[in-house]
């Protein structure tokens, strides 16, 4: 593994080198599509709100770099692996665009990261959330930024086995996504010294829970665990909340909960739950004003996925800017030469598997008289530093970034 790390530094290095002797801006302008779900199951995880916040880092930047105008596209993907790819095969052979970012179902991130790496493009993932993304497929044509599967399961569950947690039901999203949630649950419970009694699938997405949640009910598990996300988690809360597993004695372990997931369903449905966020709008003084801001655009605080949104444009628009080119090979080597310090991140590194390593934060929902406000709705637990959240390196299955034989 020390020798993937020599190669992958030594590879960005000399790519480095070599693009900037001949960097320039492609067009004559930096060319940026936003790809996720504007309409489905994840349209509060980003969405229109995840552009506002790529808006709002074009706009703070002043609109161009060195001079060349900045200039964005959407599209929705309708959570559909064949649109994301082709959406994207689009903007790279008819618009030449430089990166894609947004990028919010596993499943169509898989698709659409394949299309850019064959165009020579960069990829910034923010949304999803399956850790094989910057394992078993990672490229160095994308960056995962926000969080993972590996990072979430690592953290949550680590937490509920300590609080006496030691049996578990996971009810999973059948889909990429879903699958890497579940693995990576069973290795962190498993290694705990606990057990997995019990897993159900269901399709992406659903609305009726009802059949899932009385098989979790029947297990006996201590622990019900929910490997899916956005509508769906809401969905299965409210319906596990209407059956009573709570009240019957089972602990909940929303594993992909977001900050507008909460929101929706309420502190009397979710007070108490444990999960694991990588941002959270109430950290600090530089958290609030940016999430001030997005609220007077957007109407709500900003969950972990816009912000990181925000914070993947910003470091990818200075790369540009120090590097003088929009090159794919040239952007992805300054951007994991220069650590990411801003309100989302401090001190975070671009690791050679293309993982973007912070710090993650165990946080607990506040009860109804806890909160002061109206997304008053977190209190940090505790802070999991990033060497410690998200897969170790010496861990991984990344074969290109391996050393050619």
């Known amino acids: 593994m020390k020798s993937l790390r020599k190669t992958a530094a030594a590879a960005l290095v000399s790519s480095f080198i070599a693009g900037a002797a001949q960097a320039e801006i492609s067009n004559d302008e930096i060319r940026i599509g936003y790809l996720a779900d504007m309409s489905g199951t994840y349209r509060d995880l980003s969405g229109p709100g995840g552009l506002e916040a790529l808006q709002m880092a074009i706009e703070d930047f002043g609109g161009s770099v060195n001079g060349k105008k900045i200039v964005t596209f959407n599209a929705d993907d309708l959570n559909k692996p064949d649109v994301g790819a082709n959406t994207v095969r689009q903007w790279i052979d008819e618009r030449n665009v430089d990166m894609v970012t947004g990028m919010v179902a596993s499943s169509v991130?898989?698709?659409?990261?394949?299309?850019?790496?064959?165009?020579?493009?960069?990829?910034?993932?923010?949304?999803?959330?399956?850790?094989?993304?910057?394992?078993?497929?990672?490229?160095?044509?994308?960056?995962?930024?926000?969080?993972?599967?590996?990072?979430?399961?690592?953290?949550?569950?680590?937490?509920?086995?300590?609080?006496?947690?030691?049996?578990?039901?996971?009810?999973?999203?059948?889909?990429?996504?879903?699958?890497?949630?579940?693995?990576?649950?069973?290795?962190?419970?498993?290694?705990?010294?606990?057990?997995?009694?019990?897993?159900?699938?269901?399709?992406?997405?659903?609305?009726?829970?009802?059949?899932?949640?009385?098989?979790?009910?029947?297990?006996?598990?201590?622990?019900?665990?929910?490997?899916?996300?956005?509508?769906?988690?809401?969905?299965?809360?409210?319906?596990?909340s209407e059956f009573g597993v709570a009240q019957s004695g089972q602990k909940l372990a929303g594993m992909v909960v977001f900050l507008n997931d909460i929101h929706a369903m309420g502190l009397d449905v979710t007070q108490g739950l444990m999960l694991t966020t990588g941002w959270y709008w109430d950290m600090n003084e530089e958290t609030r004003a940016w999430a001030k801001r997005y609220h007077e655009r957007v109407?709500?605080?900003?969950?972990?996925?816009?912000?990181?949104?925000?914070?993947?444009?910003?470091?990818?628009?200075?790369?540009?800017?120090?590097?003088?080119?929009?090159?794919?090979?040239?952007?992805?080597?300054?951007?994991?030469?220069?650590?990411?310090?801003?309100?989302?991140?401090?001190?975070?590194?671009?690791?050679?598997?293309?993982?973007?390593?912070?710090?993650?934060?165990?946080?607990?929902?506040?009860?109804?008289?806890?909160?002061?406000?109206?997304?008053?709705l977190y209190k940090v637990v505790s802070t999991i530093p990033g060497d410690q959240a998200f897969r170790p390196i010496g861990e991984s299955q990344c074969q290109k970034m391996a050393p050619k034989s």
């Not at 690592?154 to 009810?171: H, R």
């Not at 949640?213 to 006996?220: E, P």
Request: glycine letters at 10%.
């Open 109 to 240: 991130v898989l698709a659409a990261a394949k299309v850019v790496e064959q165009g020579g493009k960069l990829a910034l993932i923010s949304g999803a959330a399956a850790s094989s993304i910057t394992n078993e497929y990672c490229a160095p044509s994308h960056i995962h930024w926000t969080y993972d599967t590996f990072a979430l399961a690592n953290g949550t569950a680590n937490a509920v086995l300590k609080d006496g947690g030691k049996s578990w039901f996971i009810l999973t999203a059948d889909y990429a996504f879903g699958h890497a949630m579940e693995n990576d649950i069973k290795k962190v419970v498993e290694a705990e010294g606990g057990s997995v009694v019990g897993t159900v699938r269901h399709p992406f997405p659903s609305s009726d829970f009802s059949s899932y949640i009385l098989q979790a009910q029947g297990s006996g598990a201590d622990v019900v665990a929910l490997a899916n996300a956005g509508a769906d988690t809401v969905n299965s809360l409210k319906t596990a």
């Open 299 to 376: 109407g709500r605080m900003p969950g972990m996925v816009p912000a990181g949104i925000y914070s993947a444009t910003m470091h990818y628009l200075n790369a540009v800017k120090e590097t003088g080119s929009d090159d794919a090979e040239v952007v992805r080597a300054q951007m994991a030469k220069t650590p990411v310090n801003d309100m989302f991140a401090k001190n975070g590194k671009i690791r050679e598997d293309g993982r973007m390593v912070h710090d993650m934060y165990l946080v607990q929902v506040k009860t109804p008289d806890e909160s002061t406000g109206e997304w008053d």
